[in-house]
């Protein structure tokens, strides 16, 4: 029986074995924990000193090609905001958002109610929908955001939704935060924090993460979620608020799944360079 040649695995059998590799932990309970980054930290911890009844303003600023970086960004902030008592207001500055924010919130909701925790529209969440134009939206909301939106997504009189009454501007918004996959948050950093100081946080995809880390330092935004990592790290944090404080575990975990599933496919990528190396470097000794 001849050695095994490494070098010369069927590609077909090596992209099976990624597929399948990646495939488990969304079906099983296979979970790698990410170490919680500085960027992502800052971003959780100014939310969670926030005083209760505060208001964060969630810019809904991504497409369904990055839904699995993006979505669970937004839904893990709602998350942790309405366990905290902070209300949140949604607005989306590109078309497809605004679906995919309904989405959101609608995931949310269904989760609470697995927790016997009620979300109210209206009370909670306002979601003000799409508006296109970002820069003269973003500054029209420094000076009157029912001028920017004079109706909710539905239709709804602002002026009639009892958790707008008191909010006029960025004086009364505690934090912006954009979940993006577009260069959104540039605008909002320009417009909204340069020139109203109102605190800016920001939700990317993995490609424009590293394009933010400047800001950081420069004092312009709070911090970063970067991608699927990101979005991890966010929601392995508001898991642990979730076990903490309602006394259960979670019971949607997308970003942790989509991690867990990356990094098997990474590590059998890394093990098949490996194996194809002992391959080469056995067939050039024997060649020797």
Do not use: C
């Not at 098949?272 to 470097?281: H, R």
């Amino acid at each position: 029986m001849g050695k095994f040649d490494f070098a010369s695995i069927d590609r077909r059998v090596i992209y099976l074995t990624i597929l399948l590799g990646a495939l488990l932990p969304l079906f099983l309970p296979i979970r790698f924990t990410p170490k919680v980054s500085p960027e992502v930290k800052a971003v959780y911890d100014y939310i969670d000193n926030l005083s209760p009844g505060s208001v964060i303003l969630l810019s809904f600023d991504y497409g369904p090609s990055t839904l699995p970086e993006t979505q669970p960004m937004a839904e893990d902030i709602m998350k942790h905001a309405f366990i905290r008592g902070i209300r949140v207001i949604g607005v989306a500055l590109t078309e497809e958002g605004a679906l995919l924010a309904i989405q959101a919130y609608n995931n949310v909701v269904q989760e609470f109610r697995k927790y016997n925790i009620q979300v109210v529209y209206g009370k909670d969440f306002v979601f003000l929908g799409y508006k296109s134009g970002r820069q003269a939206v973003i500054l029209s909301i420094g000076e009157d955001i029912k001028k920017a939106f004079p109706t909710d997504y539905r239709g709804t009189n602002i002026n009639d939704i009892p958790m707008m009454f008191n909010i006029k501007n960025y004086g009364d918004i505690s934090l912006v935060v954009v979940i993006s996959s577009t260069t959104t948050p540039e605008d909002w950093i320009t417009y909204a924090h340069s020139r109203y100081n109102v605190p800016v946080a920001v939700g990317v995809t993995a490609v424009l993460a590293a394009n933010y880390y400047p800001y950081i330092q420069t004092g312009q935004i709070i911090g970063v979620l970067g991608g699927v990592k990101g979005a991890a790290e966010y929601e392995n944090l508001v898991n642990k608020l979730i076990k903490a404080e309602i006394n259960q575990p979670a019971v949607r975990t997308p970003a942790m799944k989509n991690m867990s599933a990356l990094t098997v496919a990474e590590l059998l990528i890394v093990l098949f360079i490996i194996l194809g190396n002992i391959g080469y470097l056995t067939k050039k000794g024997q060649r020797r």
